[in-house]
C-alpha cells in the first residue's frame, strides 16, 4: 500500500510540474513572439493562441475530471458559494504576489539587490502592459476608455486583491490614486523596516499600465518610497488626460 501512494505520489508531482513546464512554454512563447514581432502584435497572436488552447484543455481536463463548462467557465466554479468565491480570488491574487517575492528575493540572494531591483523593475516593463491589456479583454473596455475605464482596470489588477487603494478625483481630465494600505510595506512596518525603496519600479508599473489602458493618459508620480509620505497612503499617483 504504501509503495501504491508512494507512486501515486509521484505521479501526483508529475501532473503538476506538467502544468509548470506548460505555463513556462506558454510564456516562452509569447516572449519569443514578442521579440521577433513586437508587443503589439505578440499580444494578438496570443490572444487566438490562448482563446483555442484554453478551449481544447479544459474539454479534456473535464472528461477526465467529471465537470462540464458553462460556456467558458467550469461548473464547479459557479456553483461555489459567493464567499469562497472571493476567498479563492483573494488567495490566487496574494499567492501571485508571494511569487513576485519570491522571484525578488531569489535574485537577490544570487546577485545582490542592484540586480535583483533591475530585474524587477524590467519585470514590471513586461507585466504591467500585459496586465492591463488581460482586464481590457475581460472587462471589454474597449481600445481608448478614458479615466473611468482606468479606474475599472485598476480595481481588476491583482493588487486591488491584495491592498487597500482609494480614488479621488481632481477634475474632468484628471484623478489621484492611492496606495492606502500595501501589504509588502505594511509587513516592513510590522518588523520595523524601512520603506521598501519602490518607486523606480512604480514609475514603470503605473505609466505603462496606465498607457496601455489608453495611450492618451499621462502618469505623474505624487509620492512614492523612498519619498516621504503621509500615514494614509504608501504611494500616490496622478492621471491625466489632455483635453
Known amino acids: 500500500m504504501n509503495k501504491n501512494l508512494n507512486e501515486k505520489k509521484q505521479t501526483a508531482r508529475m501532473i503538476l510540474d506538467f502544468w509548470h513546464r506548460t505555463l513556462m512554454h506558454h510564456a516562452m512563447w509569447f516572449s519569443e513572439v514578442q521579440h521577433q514581432f513586437g ?26 475530471l467529471g465537470f462540464e463548462m458553462d460556456e467558458d467557465v467550469p461548473e464547479p466554479m459557479l456553483n ?9 480570488c483573494r488567495s490566487v491574487a496574494v499567492n501571485w504576489l508571494a511569487n513576485d517575492g519570491i522571484w525578488f528575493q531569489a535574485v ?3 546577485r545582490g539587490m542592484y540586480d535583483a531591483k533591475r530585474c524587477n523593475d524590467s519585470t514590471w516593463a513586461q507585466f504591467s ?11 471589454g473596455l474597449g481600445e481608448n476608455p478614458g479615466l473611468e475605464g482606468l ?16 480614488f479621488e478625483d481632481e477634475s474632468e481630465n484628471s484623478f489621484v490614486f492611492k496606495m492606502n494600505d500595501c501589504r509588502v510595506q505594511s509587513a516592513r512596518k510590522r518588523k520595523g523596516l ?3 525603496p519602490c518607486k523606480s519600479g512604480g514609475l514603470v508599473e503605473y505609466s505603462t499600465f496606465a ?6 493618459i499621462k502618469t505623474e508620480c505624487i509620492g512614492c518610497p523612498p519619498d516621504p509620505h503621509p500615514e494614509e497612503w504608501f504611494c500616490a499617483w496622478r492621471f491625466g488626460l489632455d483635453s
Open 211 to 216: 498607457e496601455a489602458i489608453d495611450s492618451r
Open 108 to 110: 537577490e540572494f544570487s
Open 39 to 64: 508587443r503589439e502584435i505578440a499580444l494578438g497572436i496570443m490572444k487566438e493562441a490562448h482563446s483555442k488552447s484554453y478551449a481544447i484543455q479544459m474539454k479534456r481536463l473535464g472528461k477526465v
Open 194 to 196: 524601512d520603506d521598501y
Open 151 to 166: 479606474k475599472k482596470a485598476l480595481n481588476n489588477r491583482l493588487y486591488a486583491y491584495v491592498n487597500e487603494q482609494s
Open 80 to 88: 461555489m458559494d459567493p464567499e469562497k468565491m472571493e476567498a479563492l
Open 129 to 139: 502592459p500585459f496586465e492591463a491589456w488581460s482586464i481590457k479583454r475581460l472587462l
